[in-house]
């Protein structure tokens, strides 16, 4: 079936530098995606959410940006701290349910001090 | 406020025993989820509450019972539940228009079945 998956299961950074975690889909109707962080412990935390109508959208030190086109999504944090450290997913809405997030496997992103 | 909170944090219980998840949320959202995930996987879809009537159940094997007895609140039924059922269970909700809104979740009731 269908699904949302990533190309690196594991990120190791260094302190300070950049960190771009992807994401692939497949579902051509999915109009809507999400960015979560989940920390050890902890529930999935919001981070960032773009719509398909954008390429690109930007919050407090992270960027995510669409293309469409070869069905790719990025995560990009910007000067990456140790409470950065975490397992972050992509997720997608399809258009045709309001409700149902399909999430993809997840990357694990550790940050070297 | 985003949050929504979950009781218990943990719950042990064995393979004949009946207990209760609880998720409660006062943001004013009209969905309501459960979701189970395993250790290094994703979150799995269960069930959804969209203005408190079951909208989605992903073929969930009957011991899980859902209710939801009002707009903020959720629970979870759980009976004669598996080892495998070990997992931890995540509410979340979205809302409050029926749209593409996003879905903030709880921390989570960590299960051990023995």
């Known amino acids: 079936g269908e699904s949302v998956g990533l190309h690196l299961p594991t990120l190791s950074v260094q302190e300070g530098d950049n960190s771009i975690i992807n994401c692939a889909y497949s579902?051509?109707?999915?109009?809507?995606f999400i960015w979560y962080k989940q920390e050890s412990g902890k529930g999935p935390q919001f981070i960032i959410d773009?719509?398909?109508?954008?390429d690109k959208r930007q919050g407090q030190r992270v960027t995510v940006l669409l293309n469409k086109t070869v069905k790719h999504l990025s995560l990009q944090i910007a000067a990456t701290q140790p409470g950065d450290s975490a397992v972050y997913f992509c997720?997608?809405?399809?258009?045709?349910?309001?409700?149902?997030?399909?999430f993809g496997p997840g990357t694990s992103l550790s940050v070297i001090p | 406020d985003t949050e929504v909170t979950q009781t218990p944090k943990h719950l042990v219980m064995g393979m004949t025993n009946k207990k209760s998840l609880k998720c409660e949320q006062h943001?004013?959202?009209?969905?309501m989820y459960w979701y189970k995930q395993k250790a290094k996987k994703p979150p799995e879809l269960m069930f959804v509450?969209?203005?408190?009537?079951?909208?989605i159940n992903e073929s969930v094997p009957s011991r899980f019972s859902p209710e939801c007895p009002n707009s903020s609140l959720l629970n979870l039924h759980l009976h004669a539940l598996q080892p495998e059922d070990s997992a931890l269970y995540l509410c979340?909700?979205?809302?409050?228009?029926?749209?593409?809104?996003?879905?903030?979740f709880g921390p989570g009731t960590r299960l051990l079945v023995l």
């Open positions: 997720a997608e809405n399809l258009k045709t349910s309001y409700d149902k997030v399909i």
């Open positions: 509450y969209s203005y408190e009537k079951l909208s």
């Open positions: 579902n051509s109707a999915s109009d809507y």
């Open positions: 979340a909700s979205s809302g409050p228009t029926r749209g593409k809104e996003t879905q903030y």
């Open positions: 943001m004013g959202h009209r969905a």
């Open positions: 773009i719509r398909s109508n954008m």
